[in-house]
């Protein structure tokens, strides 16, 4: 098992920066994967960004290339969402998201509880 809570949202102005953090806890040696996905009101859940367990391998959806970076530390047991040049678009409930287990075929899926980005003037 694998607990994850996202922090960081908030309301900002377009053009604006926020930073998204998400702790995990439990068994944490067990992730592989570490993503962050975004839902915005009518539309389907998206990916973001992912990270892979030693930060050496990221991944970025195309609406947030070039603005945002993830980024881990490994000792805080952290993952980090840097959102820069916010868009009114980018607003969305932001979830942090794992796959954990021995392997990419098994892993299990946990997601956090999400956290609310409103880019508004």
């Known amino acids: 098992q694998v607990h994850l809570v996202e922090s960081g949202g908030g309301l900002v102005q377009p053009g604006g920066s926020l930073r998204l953090s998400c702790a995990a806890s439990?068994?944490?040696?067990?992730?592989?994967?570490t993503g962050w996905f975004r839902e915005a009101p009518g539309k389907q859940r998206e990916m973001v960004a992912t990270?892979?367990?030693?930060?050496?391998?990221?991944n970025y959806g195309d609406s947030v290339k070039g603005r945002f970076t993830v980024s881990r530390d490994s000792d805080k047991n952290a993952v980090y969402l840097q959102m820069s040049s916010l868009k009114p678009e980018d607003t969305a409930v932001y979830y942090c998201?794992?796959?954990?287990?021995?392997?990419?075929?098994?892993?299990?899926?946990?997601w956090g509880q999400g956290t609310q980005v409103t880019v508004s003037s």
């Open positions: 439990g068994n944490i040696d067990s992730i592989l994967v």
């Open positions: 990270i892979s367990k030693t930060g050496g391998r990221t």
């Open positions: 998201n794992v796959l954990a287990g021995t392997n990419l075929e098994t892993a299990s899926v946990y």
